[in-house]
């Protein structure tokens, strides 16, 4: 059983900066593929950024050149740097995390492990 957990969030103003981390616990696969999702009140979850162990990232077209993925290794935390942001960015923000794959996606029933998540809010 994979356990993540979300740091970082809280309230900025727009064009600000947060770093989210999340934090993978009994993670021994050696294929894997881990992202951030967000969802906002009234809206679906949505894709984010996602990862492959062997380090392909896919971006949403929302957050391109404006946020940045990193993971050293499934033991330290995957950290999720949010520059430039705007109030529509405003939202719940989970980790999630699939094993033993090849590939990513930003389709948030592919994932079988989720975070309780860490609040984002960006104020105008």
């Known amino acids: 059983q994979v356990q993540l957990v979300e740091s970082g969030g809280g309230s900025v103003q727009a064009g600000g900066s947060l770093r989210l981390s999340c934090a993978a616990s009994?993670?021994?696969?050696?294929?894997?593929?881990m992202a951030w999702f967000r969802q906002a009140p009234g809206k679906e979850r949505e894709g984010v950024v996602a990862?492959?162990?062997?380090?392909?990232?896919t971006y949403a077209d929302s957050v391109k050149g404006r946020f940045a993925l990193s993971l050293d290794n499934p033991a330290t935390p995957l950290a999720l740097q949010m520059n430039s942001l705007k109030p529509e960015d405003t939202a719940m923000y989970y980790c999630?995390?699939?094993?033993?794959?090849?590939?990513?996606?930003?389709?948030?029933?592919?994932?079988?492990?989720w975070g309780q998540g860490t609040q984002v809010t960006v104020s105008s």
């Open positions: 990862m492959s162990n062997d380090g392909l990232i």
């Open positions: 999630a995390a699939r094993l033993y794959t090849s590939g990513c996606s930003l389709e948030s029933g592919w994932y079988n492990y």
């Open positions: 009994r993670f021994t696969a050696s294929s894997y593929c």
